[in-house]
């Protein structure tokens, strides 16, 4: 009996925290169908923009490792197969799912996923802890 929804845990790296302006470095997944890891997937992504020092400094990306890597444009079809029908889980899932429909927004297209913010469960599931970060 299945029960339990599709699960794709997802985790992105950008180069800032606003996803007006910043983009997308990197796209790690990992799909759960039927409880059985299904996919594992990951992309460095050209970002189009430079990344700063300090992202750099954070993340470990840098301009020369996504000069050659492909544009969001390029993976976007192959990423949308990954998500759809699933439930995008990630940790403060609100930032990795602002930054992903706004970069579907650019392509003229709307990304609409149910979500699962592991943040907000943590918090839920063990209130008297202090931290709640990965």
């Known amino acids: 009996m299945h029960w339990l929804p599709d699960l794709t845990f997802l985790d ?77 889980t990630a940790h403060n899932c609100r930032f990795d799912y602002g930054f992903l429909k706004a970069e579907f927004k650019r392509l003229g297209g709307t990304l609409r996923l149910r979500t699962l913010c592991t943040v907000k469960l943590s918090r839920r599931l063990y209130p008297k802890v202090q931290g709640h970060s990965l």
Do not use: C
């Not at 790296?13 to 990992?30: K, N, Q």
């Not at 992309?43 to 189009?48: M, S, V």
């Not at 992202?55 to 990306?61: D, E, K, P, Q």
């Open 12 to 88: 992105i790296e950008t180069t800032g925290g606003t996803h007006l302006f910043d983009r997308i470095t990197e796209v790690a997944l990992i799909k759960i169908e039927n409880g059985e890891i299904t996919t594992r997937w990951e992309t460095l992504i050209n970002p189009e923009i430079p990344i700063p020092r300090q992202i750099t400094g954070l993340t470990g990306i840098s301009d020369e490792m996504v000069k050659e890597a492909p544009k969001f444009a390029d993976i976007a079809g192959e990423l949308y197969g990954h998500l759809e029908g699933t439930v995008l």
